[in-house]
């Protein structure tokens, strides 16, 4: 109480230095007609932004007598609300638009005063200089631009017997409120002002540049970027990045967090040779993120190019928040950086290179070469060459000077082999000392090189089980399962196929141009209790199907006689319960009498239905007739 009678003493001598008359009513100064226009107009956002925040007060008040005033930094008042209503109640017609309430033309009040005194204020009564105003109590705070310089006050003015300290409260949520709402627009101002100036710069240049706001929204791009996300400009404004490019992350706040430049590397045109290069630069805006602008270029993709690590996805691209998938994303990041050989293990299509991937550009081998090789898809007389390579006049036709193989071009970097269990039986053993020694002889040479590569392998098929019939080595078994990760296939997935869809919905759609359409709720309801046998990848293509019969689905989903995911769950733990107790039966090892067994349970479980015994069996209908015919089985 002290320092405000002390503020309101300061005030009065400095009202009386300034010749103000104490039985005045009306200030000094009341500006009219041009003078006054040009006030106005150049204080137009700040009019336009307070009378949104001005209603929203006065709302709050508006059962009692009260007049709100926002004025400028001079004290020149620039809008009243409330004065039709209660001006005459409140004795105040002296406030009007026009009247400077600073303390040079009025003395001491509560906009004069916090100009003056750069704080809030509330004066009441007799505070006031002027007897004019001493039947009102005001409170009033500056208003700050984003340079902490004042450019108004607000003002709530009512009866001096309705003095209270929540109406100071009230006037102080109006100013932030205020303030914060000129802080957004003065971020899109620098929005808009950066693009212009690099867009006079570099509109003609072979780069895309394009520039985001806070939200994620393109607020504006060059002609070249929207060359390369092939679209219109006018249709990428306004639209949202991670629309655009799905496999972002939250990139704003990682440049928030990092404050630096960061640069990824994504594929556009999946059938194309190029990869885009973005470099993202955050704007700042008093130290915080506003925005960002991303730089675009095209880089023609070569075997050969030093700089490709061949590696584009990373673990924003494992969409997903199950229990399930969470702990294998955990999982995999600490072990990323590990040198130890890795097996991931899991269904057809459940996102095994994915993983690969993602654990090789999390790790310290990220600016390294990321090799693949599908061990299933390369014939076996020449796979022990793309491995391993070979040196000149090896091959009649093969390339001159010789080859490096797929572990020279990975040292440093990941080697990913891919269907690992569908290696050769020969090749294994050369694979299991290239793993033992990290060294490599490249065929029809004698020279060993040294290598430094982290092995990943993968597999759909269980490895175990494929040692117990001596279709691979246990040893390489061994060898490569030193840390093993099991992908669990989507119908384990609880929630994460609302948002696979979600997501394979928006990419799809841009891919094909086409509006993201509505699923009929049927449809929807089908597509999350359906079991995904084919996993992520089935899911990926029938969603595809569906945006472009904008929709619908051009099949039935149910045609193979597929079940629910709940009855799969329930058939898997009914399955592996039978396995436990078959395993028992230990007097009985004759692999065609356990062969003809399993499938007679298989036929009896699925009913007759030899599609679906086949699929559970995991053998093509064509092989389950012959061993039927084989065991001689009954089919019904």
């Not at 107009?41 to 929203?56: H, W």
């Not at 001491?108 to 809030?120: H, Y």
């Not at 209270?164 to 000129?182: D, M, Q, R, S, Y």
Request: aromatic content about 6%; overall charge neutral.
């Amino acid at each position: 109480m002290e320092s405000k009678r002390i503020l309101i003493e300061n005030s009065h001598k400095r009202s009386e230095s300034y010749g103000v008359e104490k039985k005045s009513s009306y200030s000094k100064k009341i500006l009219f007609g041009e003078e006054l226009e040009k006030i106005l107009i150049n204080n137009k956002d700040l009019i336009e932004v307070s009378k949104l925040y001005i209603d929203m007060v006065f709302s709050a008040v508006m059962d009692n007598e009260f007049i709100i005033v926002l004025t400028d930094n001079n004290g020149c008042i620039l809008y009243i609300k409330g004065a039709e209503e209660n001006a005459s109640k409140l004795d105040c017609i002296n406030l009007k638009v026009g009247a400077y309430m600073d303390e040079q033309n009025i003395g001491t009040n509560a906009m004069g005063t916090a100009i003056k005194e750069d704080k809030c204020v509330q004066i009441t009564a007799n505070e006031h200089y002027i007897v004019g105003l001493q039947g009102l109590t005001c409170s009033a705070a500056p208003i700050h631009n984003t340079s902490g310089e004042i450019i108004g006050t607000l003002n709530l003015s009512g009866r001096s017997n309705m003095k209270h300290p929540h109406t100071l409260g009230l006037v102080v949520f109006g100013v932030k409120a205020i303030e914060n709402e000129l802080d957004k627009k003065k971020i899109n101002n620098i929005l808009n002002e950066t693009y212009n100036y690099m867009e006079s710069v570099i509109e003609n240049l072979d780069k895309g540049i394009m520039i985001v706001n806070k939200e994620g929204k393109i607020t504006n791009i060059n002609k070249f970027g929207a060359e390369i996300f092939n679209r219109d400009k006018d249709v990428l404004l306004k639209e949202e990045i991670h629309y655009i490019l799905p496999n972002l992350g939250n990139i704003l706040e990682e440049l928030d967090t990092d404050k630096s430049t960061i640069i990824k590397e994504v594929k556009l045109r999946h059938t194309s040779r190029y990869k885009t290069k973005l470099v993202f630069k955050g704007i700042r805006h008093k130290e915080k993120i506003v925005g960002m602008v991303v730089t675009m270029s095209n880089e023609k993709e070569e075997k050969d190019v030093k700089d490709a690590t061949g590696a584009f996805l990373t673990f924003n691209d494992i969409i997903g928040e199950s229990a399930a998938i969470v702990n294998v994303i955990t999982n995999s990041k600490i072990i990323s950086n590990s040198p130890s050989t890795i097996l991931i293990q899991g269904e057809s299509g459940t996102g095994k290179e994915v993983l690969a991937q993602a654990m090789h550009n999390y790790s310290l081998r990220r600016g390294n070469k990321f090799v693949a090789i599908n061990c299933g898809a390369i014939p076996a007389n020449i796979i022990e060459s793309e491995l391993f390579g070979y040196e000149d006049g090896t091959f009649t036709g093969g390339k001159k000077g010789g080859k490096p193989g797929k572990f020279e071009i990975a040292s440093g970097g990941t080697l990913f082999l891919d269907e690992i269990g569908e290696m050769p039986l020969d090749m294994q053993v050369n694979l299991l000392r290239v793993l033992q020694e990290s060294r490599v002889t490249r065929l029809g040479g004698s020279t060993e090189i040294s290598i430094d590569v982290r092995v990943i392998a993968a597999t759909n098929k269980n490895l175990k089980n494929e040692v117990k019939k001596g279709n691979f080595r246990e040893d390489l078994y061994y060898r490569l399962c030193v840390i093993p990760i099991t992908l669990p296939p989507l119908r384990e997935r609880k929630g994460d196929i609302e948002k696979l869809i979600e997501y394979f919905l928006r990419i799809k759609s841009f891919k094909l141009n086409k509006p993201i359409p509505g699923i009929r709720q049927d449809l929807y309801n089908s597509l999350l209790s359906y079991n995904w046998p084919g996993n992520i990848r089935q899911l990926e293509n029938y969603i595809e199907n569906i945006v472009n019969l904008d929709g619908n689905l051009s099949f039935d989903l149910w045609e193979d006689g597929d079940e629910k995911i709940s009855e799969v769950i329930h058939k898997e733990m009914i399955e592996k319960s039978y396995c436990e107790n078959y395993e028992v039966e230990k007097d009985n090892f004759n692999l065609e009498q356990l062969e003809s067994k399993t499938i007679k349970e298989a036929i009896k479980s699925y009913k007759h239905n030899m599609t679906k015994v086949a699929k559970a069996l995991g053998i093509s209908r064509n092989t389950l007739y012959l061993k039927i015919k084989k065991y001689s089985v009954e089919e019904s």
